[in-house]
């Protein structure tokens, strides 16, 4: 079992940057695949980036390809998000989320990962 809380969200202008962290608890993370998500209201949940066990895996969404970077220190029990570059469109509740799974693996559906946090909100200004 394992606990997630995420920070760092907040509000910010059109083309600024924001950290965000995931935070873990109960296990060791370094066993969990991870990533983010985030969510509009009135729309479903949308996958963000993932990233393996090690961290030397990472897949992105084509939304923020180039644009977000997705890291971990297992050494820390913490997962980050920077995300620069920011658009009105990235307004959003940001979710992170972990699953025990084998080393190499990427994870990028919702139904996949068995923990989540309770969500940080990001609004970027237009």
């Known amino acids: 079992q394992v606990q997630l809380v995420e920070s760092g969200g907040g509000l910010v202008a059109a083309g600024g940057s924001l950290r965000l962290s995931c935070a873990a608890s109960g296990r060791t993370v370094s066993i969990y695949a991870m990533g983010w998500f985030r969510q509009v209201p009135g729309k479903e949940r949308e996958f963000v980036a993932a990233?393996?066990?090690?961290?030397?895996?990472?897949y992105y969404s084509d939304f923020v390809k180039a644009r977000f970077i997705i890291s971990r220190d297992n050494a820390k029990n913490t997962m980050y998000l920077q995300m620069n570059s920011l658009k009105a469109e990235d307004t959003a509740v940001y979710y992170c989320?972990?699953?025990?799974?084998?080393?190499?693996?990427?994870?990028?559906?919702?139904?996949?990962?068995?923990?989540w946090g309770q969500g940080t909100q990001v609004t970027v200004s237009s």
């Open positions: 990233i393996n066990r090690s961290g030397g895996r990472t």
């Open positions: 989320a972990a699953k025990w799974a084998a080393s190499a693996t990427i994870l990028s559906k919702e139904y996949e990962y068995d923990y």
